[in-house]
């Protein structure tokens, strides 16, 4: 069964960097575009970054542009966040996505259980 | 950048009742449309995609409709397990938005 697995999340100050890791199973990762998706405490689900199959592809919401990074390792079937320069409002529950579609444009059918970021002094 | 905006923000009904929420795209996205449903400290579901396509497992009671930019929910007769909050997300073009979320509360 397809299964991912966050890890990396934690509480850290501003202006700092943190890590995230999404480690697939159950399916051939290296087929799927994958997804970042985040969720502040109390709010609703945003969008913040795709990479495609092969990393070729990557796409960034604006608010995390120019700070985060989306990578992926199709060896270790393991998705990656890389958050810089950190701000109180990145604050979420961060969830990784599997692209329901193999090509083309596509919802996410399969998500993680999430890893909660902090940033705060 | 498309703005996704669903109504009513909290919607209270009964179980057996009809309901419909809204989603409207400030501009066409066609039919790449998906609605999600999350319960508290869950990970969201996906529920119907391509604006009318049921995904596989999800009960014959949901379905969706519309195309361009006004699109529905529904949800044919209300059981228990479906209150929750509903989230419809647009996959046209880069980001790919979501509304802010519709919370169905028991009435």
């Known amino acids: 069964q397809v299964q991912l697995v966050e890890s990396g999340g934690g509480v850290v100050q501003p202006g700092r960097s943190l890590r995230l890791s999404c480690a697939a199973s159950?399916?051939?990762?290296?087929?799927?575009?994958m997804y970042w998706v985040r969720q502040a405490p109390g709010k609703g689900l945003e969008w913040v970054a795709i990479?495609?199959?092969?990393?070729?592809?990557?796409s960034y919401a604006d608010s995390v542009k120019g700070r985060f990074t989306i990578s992926r390792d199709n060896s270790k079937t393991t998705l990656y966040l890389q958050m810089n320069s950190l701000r109180p409002e990145d604050t979420a529950m961060y969830y990784c996505?599997?692209?329901?579609?193999?090509?083309?444009?596509?919802?996410?059918?399969?998500w993680g259980q999430g890893t909660l970021v902090t940033v705060s002094s | 950048d498309i703005h996704m905006t669903q109504s009513p923000s909290t919607l209270s009904a009964s179980v057996g009742d009809r309901v419909t929420i809204t989603c409207r795209a400030s501009?066409?996205?066609?039919?790449?449309l998906a609605w999600y449903q999350q319960k508290p400290g869950k990970a969201p579901k996906l529920l119907i995609y391509?604006?009318?396509s049921l995904e596989s497992g999800v009960p014959s009671r949901f379905s969706g409709s519309g195309s361009g930019t006004e699109f529905t929910l529904t949800i044919s007769s209300l059981q228990p397990d479906d209150f929750a909050t509903y989230y419809c997300?647009?996959?046209?073009?880069?980001?790919?938005?979501f509304g802010q979320g519709t919370k169905l509360e028991i009435k």
């Open positions: 391509m604006a009318s």
């Open positions: 159950g399916f051939t990762f290296s087929n799927y575009a």
């Open positions: 997300q647009h996959y046209n073009t880069y980001p790919y938005s």
């Open positions: 990479i495609s199959y092969d990393g070729s592809h990557k």
């Open positions: 996505a599997r692209s329901r579609h193999v090509v083309g444009a596509s919802p996410f059918d399969y």
């Open positions: 501009q066409s996205i066609n039919s790449w």
